[in-house]
């Protein structure tokens, strides 16, 4: 199994270019998550699916739309990037919450995005 | 915002000596997980502590949790180079799906 695989690994983009990144997870897991992280911070939170056709915020939302179409596909998209948006971003999957609570979260890694 | 504090931000010991880094939170939580990251990595799950636990054992991995003092502590035992990495706990609330995130300790073992 490859978990979790996020593309691409690296990007540089220019400030207003658009880009979409790709996570795909091959564990059948019903929630997945996109992250960013930043030099000397944790992980924070963009978007968040529970399910396939779901989609939910996060606590850092704007600037980025979500699409989960696929139960193992989960699509982070840029609209129109600004250098604020420079980052590692991290996918993540994991099972519902109900299936022994508070499952571990198998996390991609990274895709590297520079925005100039 | 992050509601995780890790304590301390980065540690540097020699090979074979034992690693303790400390979590507290503010919110209320339900459990407590602890994540390794090496560098230009994903973060990797280690071991997930309920609230009805004080103490959990995983190899050489010992996890402490406070819930009245909303803290919660890692040893990593005999250290080994291997173990470089940076260090995350995340909050596992009883609300919703987002886990609060610590902002890491980075452990240098030094061979």
């Known amino acids: 199994n490859a978990g979790v695989t996020q593309t691409p690994k690296f990007r540089v983009l220019k400030t207003g270019q658009s880009m979409t990144l790709l996570c795909a997870q091959d564990m059948n897991h019903e929630y997945m998550y996109w992250y960013r992280q930043d030099p000397g911070m944790g992980l924070r939170l963009i978007h968040y699916?529970?399910?396939?056709?779901?989609?939910a915020k996060g606590e850092v939302p704007d600037g980025y739309n979500v699409s989960r179409l696929k139960k193992q596909n989960f699509l982070l998209g840029l609209e129109s990037a600004a250098p604020s948006q420079t980052s590692v971003y991290f996918c993540a999957s994991s099972y519902r919450r109900g299936q022994g609570s508070n499952q571990p979260q198998h996390f991609g890694d990274g895709t590297r995005l520079s925005i100039l | 915002s992050q509601q995780g504090e890790e304590d301390p931000q980065a540690l540097s010991i020699q090979e074979g000596e034992n690693a303790t880094m400390n979590c507290s939170y503010k919110?209320?939580?339900?459990?407590l997980q602890w994540y390794r990251q090496n560098s230009g990595r994903g973060l990797v799950h280690l071991i997930l502590i309920r609230s009805n636990e004080r103490e959990k054992h995983s190899g050489r991995l010992r996890v402490t949790l406070d819930t009245s003092k909303k803290s919660s502590s890692l040893l990593i035992t005999a250290s080994r180079a291997a173990d470089t990495a940076s260090y995350f706990c995340?909050?596992?609330?009883?609300?919703?799906?987002?886990?609060?995130w610590g902002a890491g300790t980075k452990l240098i073992i030094k061979p």
């Open positions: 995340a909050g596992v609330p009883d609300s919703n799906y987002q886990l609060i």
């Open positions: 919110t209320s939580i339900n459990n």
């Open positions: 699916s529970v399910g396939e056709g779901t989609t």
